[in-house]
């Protein structure tokens, strides 16, 4: 793998991170998860991509469950994390924040 997708799995891993922390403080994050999930899955087009399925079943776990694989630097979470529904947790500051701590 090239530095430049190094890079950007770290930032991911990093705002994901950032995420499992909110998580655990509002678990009600979960369920703005499965909102974002369904409206994607709503929009896409048959057949429905296998990311789908995998993190509705990720969003049936438990809070420390969820945020056990939000933080992992795991093959399977590195490969989910571009998908990911919890793309609204962050605020533009915090993904800014990351952004430039990644230049």
Same mark, same amino acid.
């Given at each position: 793998?090239?530095?430049?997708?190094?890079?950007?799995?770290?930032?991911?891993?990093?705002?994901?991170?950032?995420?499992?922390?909110?998580?655990?403080?509002?678990?009600?994050?979960?369920?703005?998860?499965?909102?974002?999930?369904?409206?994607?899955?709503?929009?896409?087009?048959?057949?429905?991509?296998?990311?789908?399925?995998?993190?509705?079943?990720? $969003?049936?776990? !438990?809070? =420390? @469950?969820? &945020?056990? %694989? $939000?933080?992992? !630097?795991? =093959? @399977?979470? &590195?490969? %989910?994390?571009?998908? !990911?529904?919890?793309?609204?947790?962050?605020?533009?500051?915090?993904?800014?924040?990351?952004?430039?701590?990644?230049?």
């Amino acid at each position: 793998m090239d530095s430049d997708h190094r890079r950007i799995d770290a930032r991911s891993l990093s705002m994901h991170r950032l995420i499992a922390s909110k998580l655990l403080t509002d678990p009600g994050l979960i369920n703005q998860a499965r909102s974002t999930l369904a409206r994607w899955r709503a929009q896409a087009a048959e057949p429905v991509p296998s990311y789908f399925l995998e993190w509705e079943k990720i $969003l049936e776990g !438990s809070p =420390e @469950e969820i &945020t056990d %694989l $939000l933080g992992s !630097s795991s =093959e @399977e979470a &590195t490969r %989910l994390r571009p998908s !990911s529904p919890f793309t609204n947790v962050l605020t533009s500051e915090e993904r800014s924040k990351i952004f430039n701590d990644f230049r």
